[in-house]
């Protein structure tokens, strides 16, 4: 039997329509399930899919994501209230389609011999100092390819690429590349100093490690989770073997969402 569990945001709007598919999807003879579930309905907004995702990220072999929004069209959350007694119809009627994205691996080592910490991102890491200038050499592939002087960095996945990666100038990035996307936050450029001052876009096989040269302090947001992290060695970022799963039940091509969250329809 299909085991569903539903996330939300947590207000009021939220709540009520996690109560609602919880009672459609339970009449329909399906199993909750908050531990192991096949799929999870997130109800809020991009947001409340990040922390959804977050939850099962040991499981996301296992475990599919559907989002519906109650405030703004997300990109993924992507069903609006009043189609959810189509979406639970379609939940019920297994086999669904599923589309798999790229994740980011992040793994932070520590000087003292700490033991590594391994992160999965949906959107993206962000690199900033504790205080002042965040300076780190930047590796690709194992070769030193610019010192970094500045805010920080930002190492996205495709499907967060439309998130802070898009505030800093970088790319959109179809979701079906296997690509990570390295975007800076103010470098410093100078006669002195030089960066690239291009978002990079690396190829799966392609690991990107930051090297600290000064400080060795650092904040490293992941998606929504923010963490300082002591005594850094290394932050390595590639393309996770993982991957995140989404239930899909009707098309809704990602260039579409694209165009009606930034650009609208026009006069
Ligand atoms: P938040 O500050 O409350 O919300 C950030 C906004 O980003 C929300 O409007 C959210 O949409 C939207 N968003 C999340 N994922 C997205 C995606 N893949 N594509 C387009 N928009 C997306 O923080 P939060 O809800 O905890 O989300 C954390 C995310 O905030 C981070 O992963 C980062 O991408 C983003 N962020 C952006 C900036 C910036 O643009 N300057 C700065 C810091 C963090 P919903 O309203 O649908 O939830």
């Known amino acids: 039997?299909?085991?569903?569990?539903?996330?939300?945001?947590?207000?009021?709007?939220?709540?009520?329509?996690?109560?609602?598919?919880?009672?459609?999807?339970?009449?329909?003879?399906?199993?909750?399930?908050e531990e192991e579930p096949d799929i999870v309905i997130s109800v809020g907004g991009d947001g409340t899919l990040l922390y959804a995702?977050?939850?099962?990220?040991s499981r996301l072999d296992k475990t599919a994501f559907v989002g519906v929004h109650t405030g703004h069209l997300g990109f993924y959350a992507?069903?609006?209230?009043?189609?959810?007694?189509?979406?639970?119809?379609?939940?019920?009627?297994?086999p669904f389609q599923i589309v798999e994205y790229p994740v980011l691996e992040v793994i932070v080592r520590y000087n003292d011999g700490a033991k590594e910490a391994r992160y999965l991102a949906l959107n993206e890491c962000t690199i900033k100092s504790i205080e002042g200038t965040l300076v780190t050499d930047v590796e690709i592939k194992g070769e030193l390819f610019e010192t970094f002087r500045g805010d920080g960095l930002c190492l996205s996945t495709p499907?967060?690429?439309?998130?802070?990666?898009?505030?800093?100038?970088?790319?959109?990035?179809?979701?079906?590349?296997?690509?990570?996307?390295?975007?800076?936050m103010a470098s410093i450029n100078n006669r002195v100093f030089r960066t690239v001052g291009s978002p990079?876009?690396?190829?799966?096989?392609?690991?990107?490690?930051?090297?600290?040269?000064?400080?060795?302090?650092?904040?490293?947001?992941?998606?929504?989770?923010?963490?300082?992290?002591k005594d850094v060695k290394s932050i390595q970022c590639r393309v996770a073997n993982e991957n995140v799963r989404f239930a899909r039940f009707r098309p809704f091509p990602f260039w579409k969402r694209v165009q009606d969250s930034f650009i609208g329809k026009g006069e």
């Not at 690429?161 to 996307?181: D, E, F, M």
């Not at 876009?201 to 040269?213: D, Q, R």
Request: hydrophobic residues 40%; charged residues 20%.
């Open 159 to 184: 499907s967060g690429s439309t998130a802070y990666n898009k505030a800093l100038g970088g790319a959109i990035i179809h979701p079906s590349i296997r690509a990570i996307q390295l975007a800076e």
């Open 78 to 94: 992507d069903w609006v209230p009043d189609e959810i007694e189509k979406l639970v119809i379609a939940i019920a009627k297994t």
């Open 1 to 33: 039997m299909m085991k569903f569990a539903v996330s939300s945001k947590g207000n009021p709007v939220s709540d009520t329509l996690k109560s609602r598919i919880q009672t459609y999807l339970l009449d329909f003879g399906l199993e909750c399930d």
């Open 53 to 57: 995702f977050h939850k099962y990220s």
């Open 200 to 229: 990079l876009i690396l190829p799966e096989h392609h690991t990107c490690v930051i090297k600290p040269l000064n400080d060795v302090h650092f904040q490293v947001a992941v998606d929504h989770l923010t963490l300082l992290h």
